[in-house]
Every structure is written in structure tokens, then in C-alpha cells.
């Protein structure tokens, strides 16, 4: 940090990002120099015949030329290795350096083209020609990967952001900034678009994927335009934050359960509401259909359920109302253990804010379960990262009714299909006593809970289980009502109960505290990270330097190649931990319902394979205001690993029924 400038242009890439692919070169161009120079040495007797001369002149050149370039990429690297993310100053000279090595780049190109022609119907011994020919060949593969690093690390936004990173602190405090950012975020969102356009340009074009298309690039533009980090700072960023969170939790005193009067019921509520969960899991699984089945089951999923894949509907499948089944109905079956006649629609239709789902009959507890599908499509990320927020009529008194828009757009398609299609009707035509639970997992949880929230009215006894559920999907009001009847499961470092606009701009906050506070270089911020990830170590080693030191306002970020310590900026307070105001696009939002966390107990291991236990206890949403880091903040949010936790958890503890008091360890009340 900051971006590069070379060309009259910011790029993605920063004066610091060269060590590694520096080394890397090195190491290719040192091997290819001693063998160009092993190959001259020992056949340049050999090189006596037509045409010989010419292949001579290119070898010489060329070992001259490869010892050039390597004398230029170790000042690169040498260089880069200089400063720390924030003081670029000890590596002022690079932008020079990398002039000169682009400037080598020409005569690599003209002296690989000379020896491809060059090579041509000479009559020389054949391992010379062979080893020239290899020369010539690797020579092309550089020049190609070189043009392709430059297309990777090329900023779309470079030619407008570049002409403000050497204006100063005061230019950026200057009357002009505001117009300069707005006219940054809109270059920006348009960028975004076209980026996001060609990611799913495979998935056809309508209203709802156009207004899709705009809120995630107007949520990209929002987060990423008023910085200058590129994605390196972003990965060290992180290491640091993770090291930092697992040294203050070591620190910390062990939680102490919290008396309640009732602690005994709520023991036993958080026992069923665990077996309830462990139930209703199998259905939230089976909405993913093959797909989540065969991974599961690898070696015996294709077996089990290819026969389904395979055969045309039979009178037993035109039961069952849908579409798109394919392979997914026999997995469901497989996944719920269920029959054909107790599934009422399955449908695997997806588009942009319209998600699968499934309704069956489930007899064991003597209810309509509706499952809906979780992310596991471009149309469902775009549903995702539909982030704004949207209100709510639920025909209630409540306040302040305001939901994530695109996960609300995909319940009222769900609910749609239930209601207007008669599905839920038919249903209880069939089995009038039963009640009606709702359940999903991620986008799926999400969903589910606004469908919820939908059919109380019309259902009263509905429930609803929330796997995984997204953290930013409902006001404070609508979240509270929701606790009456619907259940979120979050396992562990889980990121997606933990993912909103909120908490990512909290977690960009704390990147640049970080980066800022460093006194080490990126280099050795990644190496020492990724030894850290799979070997574990002492995370009180994180580097730093302003441990204990008051914390002054963190400086503007912005456009500039300055240190983030000499421009106060009020939007970038870090003095407190209080949270960051959001837009009033993108309102704090909570996740629904009450929480019942699972934790794994005891020290995780990055390279053991011992078997994991596991606690429950229920939480509060302010538990999940902030992003926590580390290896499993992405598997922990896999519904396989869900479900293989909620296994070992509820086998464990009904196998301590027996002991009530060390069952009752596993408990937290909140």
C-alpha cells in the first residue's frame, strides 16, 4: 500500500508485492542462464556448420542479456523487501527500477523472435539445435507470463486515481475531495458492473439480473472505492487480525456459566431446539440435491441414487409436483430417508431472487416442512450480494419493518409458489393437523426466516430453522419479534452469521489499523502468517509496534502514496471500537431469531486428525458483530461440517443423560 504508479497510472499491484515473484523469476532465470551458458561452453565446437555463426551470436547475446535482466530483478527485489506496507519511502526507487526491467523487456522479445527464425533449416548437431530450440521456446513462455501479470494486475480506475496520489494530504482536505470521491465511486461502480457482467455472462439477461447486476457493483463500489489497498495488503491485513484475535482470546478469562432461576429449563428448551436442529438439518441438506449428496457420499452417492438420474418419470415421481428434478430427487430421498408420497412439490427452478425449494411431509414430528436451497449458483451470489435494504409489509404493528432485499425478494417468490399455487393448501388438505416449519441453510436460512415472517400471520404456529443464517437480514424490531419462533444454528468461526455492510466496513477498519501499526515488512507479515496457519505458534509474535500506545485517529487511506499516519480523517476513527455508521442504504441489520452457537472445545489442530467435541449454548446477536479470522471462518459455514457437528453433538450429549452434571458442563446460558 499504496498501488504502484508507472505510466501516469495507479496499478494493483504495490512497491512491496515484488519479494515473492521476484524470487520466483530469480530462480527460473538463474537455472535458464547456467544451462544457456553450460550449453554454449560445452557444444560451441559444435556450432562450426551453416548457419552456426548466427546461433553463436544468439547464445552469447543472450547469456549476456538473461545476466542483465537477473542483475535488475534482484535490485527489484532487493528494493521491495525495504520499508513496511505503510512507509513506501525506502522504495522510492522502484518505480525507476521497473522502468529499466520493462525496458529490457523489448530486446527480450526481438532477440526470441531472431532465434525462432533463426533456428529455421539450420544443419548443426541436433542437440545443439534441440537445446536452442528450448531456449527460444522458454524464452516465449517469460514473455507470455510477463503480459499476462501485466493484464492481472492492470486497474480499470488506475488513469483516474493516479493524478491524486501525488497531490498530498491537502489536496485530499481540500473543498474538491468530496466531487473527486464521488466521481471515483461512480467510474467505479461502473467498472464493477462490467466486471460483474462478464463473471455471469453466462446466465442470460432480465429485469430482475439487471437490478442484481447494479446493487453488487453499487455494494463493491462502496467498499472498495475509498481506499488504496491492493489485494496483498488485504491477505497480510488479515493474518495480522487473526493473530491479534487469538492472542486477546488467550488472554482472556474463561467464560463462567451465567445463573439463571430457570437455567434447568433452559437447558432442557436448548436440548430439544438441538434435537429439533439435528432433525430439520437432514432437510435444509437434502434442498442441495445431488450436488452436496455425492460429496458426502463419494464413493457410494453415484450407486444410490443413479438409478434416479437415469430413468424417465414413473407414475411414483408424477406424485411429487416440480420441475428441473433430475438426479435430485433420489438424493432427497436418500437425505430425509423420506417416501415419494410424503413430498408435495420439489422444485429446483433458479433464477435471480428465485431459489429452489421442497415441501414434504414429515411424519416423525407431525409437520409441513418447507426447505429452501442455500447459495450454490451465480444467480443465488447475485442474490447475495443484493444488499440494500427493503421494507417489509407484514401486515403486524411493528416499526421499522426492513429486510435484505434480495434475500426478501427470494421469499416473497417462495412464498408466491406456496400460496398463489396452492402447494401449502394441498399440503394440509393431506395433513391438517400437522404445523409448518421452515428451514434452510446460508441464502437458504435467510429465506426461510423471512418466510416465516411472511406466513405467521396466516400460520400461527409456524417454526422456522435457521442454519447458518446471513447476519445482515433483519432491523432490530423484526429481529427480536422473530425470537418466538425461529432458531438460528451457527457453528463456531462461522463468516457468513457474521457478514454484513456493517461488519465489513468494521473489518476494513480494522485492516487499516493494523497495516497501519506495522513495523514489519509484507514479506515477512505473510511468511510468518502462513507458517502460523499450519503450524500454529505464539500469536502474541504478531508485529506491531503501538502496543499499549494510545490510539490517535487512523489516517485517510485515500488515493495517495503517503503514510496513513499523517492525514487525520474523522471517517476512520480508531480511538474507540464502537461500530461504523452505515449508509442509510445499507442499515445495520441482525440475523433472526434466537441463537444456539456450537463451539468446538479444546485447542483446534491445523494438522491433526483427532475426532472433535463440541458445546452448545445459546448466544446473543452482539457475540456475531464482528468478523472473526482464521482457517475455519469458511468450512465451519459448509453444511457437511453442520451437520457432522450437530452428529457429534447430539450423540455426546445423549450419551451423558445419564450424568446431568457433566452434561449440564456443555451448557452456557446467555
Known amino acids: 500500500m499504496p498501488g504502484l504508479v508507472l505510466f501516469g497510472r495507479r496499478w494493483a499491484i504495490a512497491s512491496d508485492d515484488l519479494v515473492f515473484p521476484g524470487f520466483f523469476e530469480l530462480f527460473l532465470r538463474v537455472l535458464w542462464w547456467v544451462g544457456i551458458l553450460a550449453l554454449y561452453l560445452r557444444h560451441r565446437e ?36 525495504k520499508g513496511t506496507i505503510c512507509n513506501p519511502g525506502p522504495r522510492k526507487s522502484m518505480s525507476k527500477l521497473l522502468y529499466i526491467r520493462l525496458a529490457l523487456f ?94 455471469c455472462c453466462c446466465i442470460g439477461e432480465d429485469d430482475h439480473t439487471r437490478v442484481a447486476f447494479s446493487s453488487t457493483a453499487e455494494l463493491f463500489s462502496t467498499y472498495f472505492s475509498d481506499t488504496d489497498l491492493v489485494p496483498s495488503d488485504i491477505a497480510a491485513g488479515l493474518t495480522l487480525l487473526h493473530q491479534q484475535q487469538d492472542n486477546i482470546r488467550n488472554k482472556q478469562e474463561p467464560a463462567e456459566a451465567i445463573s439463571h432461576s430457570s437455567g434447568t429449563s433452559q437447558e432442557a428448551d436448548l436440548d430439544a431446539e438441538l434435537e429439533n436442529c439435528h432433525h430439520y438439518m437432514q432437510f435444509a441438506a437434502a434442498a ?27 407414475t411414483e ?29 420439489i422444485s429446483f427452478h433458479d433464477k435471480v ?39 417489509l409489509d407484514l401486515g403486524c404493528e411493528l416499526q421499522d419493518c426492513v429486510a435484505h432485499k434480495g434475500i426478501s425478494q427470494a421469499a416473497r417468490y417462495v412464498y408466491r409458489r406456496l400460496i398463489n399455487d396452492g402447494i401449502l393448501s394441498q399440503a394440509f388438505s393431506v395433513a391438517p393437523e400437522y404445523r409448518l416449519v421452515l428451514v434452510g441453510h446460508s441464502l437458504g436460512a435467510g429465506a426461510a426466516a423471512l418466510l416465516a415472517l411472511m406466513l405467521k400471520n396466516t400460520y400461527p404456529h409456524v417454526r422456522c430453522y435457521a442454519f447458518s443464517p446471513p447476519r445482515g437480514l433483519l432491523s432490530k424490531s423484526l429481529y427480536e419479534y422473530s425470537k418466538s419462533f425461529i432458531v438460528s444454528l451457527i457453528l463456531g468461526k462461522d463468516v457468513i452469521p457474521r457478514l454484513s455492510v456493517t461488519n465489513l466496513e468494521d473489518l476494513k477498519k480494522r485492516i487499516l489499523r ?60 480508531c480511538s474507540d471500537d464502537s461500530p ?69 453433538l447430539v450423540s455426546d450429549r445423549a450419551a451423558c443423560v445419564s450424568c446431568p452434571a457433566q452434561g449440564a458442563s456443555h451448557v452456557d446460558m446467555v
Open 46 to 81: 559444435k556450432l562450426d556448420c551453416a548457419g552456426g555463426a548466427l546461433l553463436s551470436s544468439y547464445l552469447i547475446v543472450l547469456i549476456v542479456l538473461l545476466a542483465v535482466v537477473i542483475c535488475a530483478v534482484s535490485a527489484i527485489v532487493y528494493v521491495s523487501m
Open 106 to 199: 523489448l530486446p527480450e522479445v526481438v532477440w526470441a523472435s531472431l532465434g525462432a527464425a533463426w533456428i529455421q533449416g539450420v544443419e548443426c548437431d541436433r542437440t545443439v539445435v534441440n537445446g536452442i530450440i528450448a531456449t527460444v521456446i522458454v524464452s516465449w513462455i517469460i514473455i507470455a507470463s510477463t503480459v499476462i501479470t501485466i493484464i492481472i494486475v492492470f486497474d480499470p480506475l488506475g488513469g483516474k486515481m493516479a493524478p491524486y496520489s501525488s497531490a498530498g494530504p491537502s489536496h485530499l482536505d481540500s473543498h474538491d475531495s468530496s466531487p473527486l470521491f464521488n466521481g471515483l465511486k461512480t467510474a467505479a461502480t461502473s467498472v464493477w458492473e462490467t466486471r460483474v457482467k462478464l463473471l
Open 288 to 314: 442441495y440435491g445431488w450436488p452436496l449428496y455425492i460429496y458426502r457420499n463419494p464413493f457410494t452417492g453415484f450407486c444410490k441414487i443413479g438409478g434416479n438420474c437415469c430413468r424417465s418419470r414413473t
Open 317 to 345: 415421481y408424477e406424485l411429487v409436483g416440480g420441475d428441473q428434478l433430475n438426479c435430485h430427487f433420489g438424493s432427497i430421498l436418500q437425505t430425509t430417508g423420506l417416501q415419494y408420497r410424503d413430498f408435495i412439490h
Open 353 to 391: 431472487y428465485e431459489l429452489p425449494f421442497l415441501v414434504a411431509l414429515d411424519h416423525r414430528e407431525e409437520s409441513v416442512v418447507v426447505a429452501v436451497r442455500g447459495t450454490m449458483s451465480l444467480q443465488d451470489i447475485l442474490t447475495d450480494l443484493s444488499a440494500e435494504s427493503e421494507t
Open 514 to 573: 493494523v497495516i497501519a501499526h506495522c513495523n514489519k515488512p509484507k514479506y515477512k507479515i505473510l511468511l510468518h502468517g502462513c507458517w502460523y496457519e499450519l503450524f500454529g505458534g505464539d500469536p502474541g509474535n504478531f508485529p506491531t509496534e503501538l502496543d499499549g500506545v494510545n490510539q490517535e485517529n487512523l489516517t485517510q487511506p485515500l488515493l495517495g502514496e503517503q503514510s496513513l499516519l499523517t492525514h487525520s480523517s474523522p471517517a476512520y476513527n
Open 580 to 648: 461504523l455508521h452505515s449508509p442509510s442504504k445499507y442499515p445495520t441489520l441482525y440475523p433472526p431469531g434466537r441463537i444456539i452457537h456450537l463451539e468446538e472445545n479444546g485447542p483446534s489442530g491445523r494438522l491433526c486428525c483427532s475426532a472433535a467435541q463440541y458445546s452448545a449454548r445459546w448466544s446473543h446477536e452482539s457475540e456475531f458483530s464482528r468478523i472473526l479470522i482464521g482457517p475455519k471462518m469458511l468450512t465451519d459455514h459448509m453444511p457437511d461440517i453442520l451437520m457432522r457437528a450437530l452428529d457429534h
